[in-house]
């Protein structure tokens, strides 16, 4: 195993820190993605003095993920869901380089950008999470959209906005019958419900929906798009995408004007050319975090394979990056790193404004009026990584989004008078 050498290329370490005005006698820290994990690493790291943290990220905005799927139906703008990464790493004491990390040197604990700058590091934090994949799926780059960035949830809005504006069917096919594929179904209907010109199909390569959950919960799913035009196709496989169908493994075809990819995903070209151990989940890594190839190096978020299998959750991510975070320092400081001690959490998926679901261990609570638990824990971690901004932009980010919460969840509610009716839906499914 590989471990922390920081006498390694003196010179070249050395001038790397006077370049981003550090002291030679500074640990250097370099933390890959500057997202859940990346920024909560940052923020414990904050304010040591025998320490420069420089973030990597091609973006200067960071986007809170679990809602990017509320652009699609209006209910959240773009700009809602973002918060600069760049001015949080500043404002935290940090450098923030606005590039991308293209090769990984763990003997010489190097650090390789696109423009070719060499960052060398004492310690390494991967936080980059995971890629999207194509799934080798013929035409799937050419003619499919993401879900994965706010900027392709905007894209999905206009291009059905303008599809509808046609005034002629339009179809939308969503591939993945996931977290991710049921919440945009859901924001679909929240806005187009009445639409008899929209209709959507779904599918998935398992046999239900939500395989990775309870199975009373992709059953309800289904029981509450009867009357809409949603058609499920389970347990299919896709042999090509084509820019109006997609093609199917049974030599059937499905009429589809928009395609979206709400599922797949693949270990960056960054993490597969190291010399990283890593398996289909991710880097290697031991209960501390550390990667089983070096110890200098430590994962963090869906890029970790931890021993123990976690959920790809938000709120796992931001601890694995502040645990990781003072792992760093105990290392650099001589002393031993701490085993990572995930606790069990309750998840909340959206159905639009149809239903939300609230899922701890085997019990599983369904109601309408669950939906603003899920937007309080949006509105609380929005404001936790604001907090880290200006003044100034931390009250407009606090104003602007609780604004836009009331104007489109709460009120349009409100005005609907339809409490008993939300009362009567919410039950206990398991």
Not at 32 to 54: H, I, P
Not at 315 to 331: P, Q, T, V, W, Y
């Amino acid at each position: 195993m590989s471990t922390a050498n920081s006498t390694v290329n003196t010179a070249k370490t050395n001038a790397n820190r006077k370049n981003s005005g550090s002291h030679a006698e500074d640990h250097h820290v370099v933390i890959v993605g500057a997202n859940f994990a990346g920024l909560s690493a940052a923020k414990r790291l904050a304010c040591k003095s025998d320490m420069q943290v420089t973030l990597v990220d091609p973006s200067k905005a960071f986007h809170w993920a679990p809602n990017i799927h509320e652009i699609v139906s209006g209910l959240k703008a773009s700009t809602g869901v973002s918060i600069s990464s760049e001015k949080i790493a500043r404002q935290l004491g940090h450098r923030f380089l606005d590039d991308e990390a293209v090769a990984l040197d763990i003997n010489n604990n190097e650090v390789r950008l696109a423009d070719g700058e060499l960052l060398a590091y004492d310690a390494l934090l991967v936080a980059c999470g995971l890629s999207a994949s194509d799934m080798g799926i013929s035409g799937a780059e050419e003619n499919c959209i993401g879900m994965r960035h706010a900027e392709e949830a905007k894209r999905i809005e206009q291009r059905i906005a303008v599809g509808l504006a046609a005034k002629r069917p339009f179809a939308v096919t969503i591939i993945g019958a996931g977290f991710t594929g049921v919440e945009l179904l859901g924001e679909l209907l929240r806005k187009h419900a009445n639409n008899k010109l929209l209709s959507i199909n779904v599918i998935e390569s398992a046999p239900r929906v939500l395989a990775g959950l309870p199975s009373v919960i992709g059953e309800d799913i289904r029981k509450q798009c009867t009357g809409h035009a949603v058609h499920f196709y389970l347990a299919k496989d896709i042999s090509a995408i084509e820019k109006r169908a997609v093609k199917l493994q049974d030599g059937s075809s499905i009429d589809s004007d928009l395609t979206i990819c709400c599922a797949g995903t693949a270990i960056p070209e960054l993490i597969r050319e190291s010399e990283l151990a890593c398996s289909e989940q991710g880097i290697l890594v031991n209960d501390e975090l550390q990667s089983k190839t070096a110890s200098n190096v430590f994962a963090a978020g869906d890029i970790a394979a931890t021993t123990s299998s976690l959920k790809k959750q938000a709120s796992f991510a931001i601890d694995m990056g502040k645990h990781a975070a003072g792992n760093i320092e105990a290392l650099l400081s001589g002393q031993a790193p701490r085993p990572f001690i995930p606790f069990q959490k309750p998840m909340l998926l959206s159905f639009g404004d149809i239903n939300t679901y609230f899922i701890y261990n085997n019990s599983v609570f369904a109601s309408p009026l669950l939906a603003p638990l899920k937007e309080a824990v949006y509105q609380f971690y929005m404001a936790q990584f604001g907090a880290s901004l200006p003044a100034a932009e931390q009250g407009f980010g606090l104003l602007g989004r609780y604004t836009r919460s009331v104007k489109e969840m709460l009120l349009p509610e409100l005005l609907k008078f339809r409490f008993a009716e939300l009362l009567g839906r919410s039950k206990r499914l398991q």
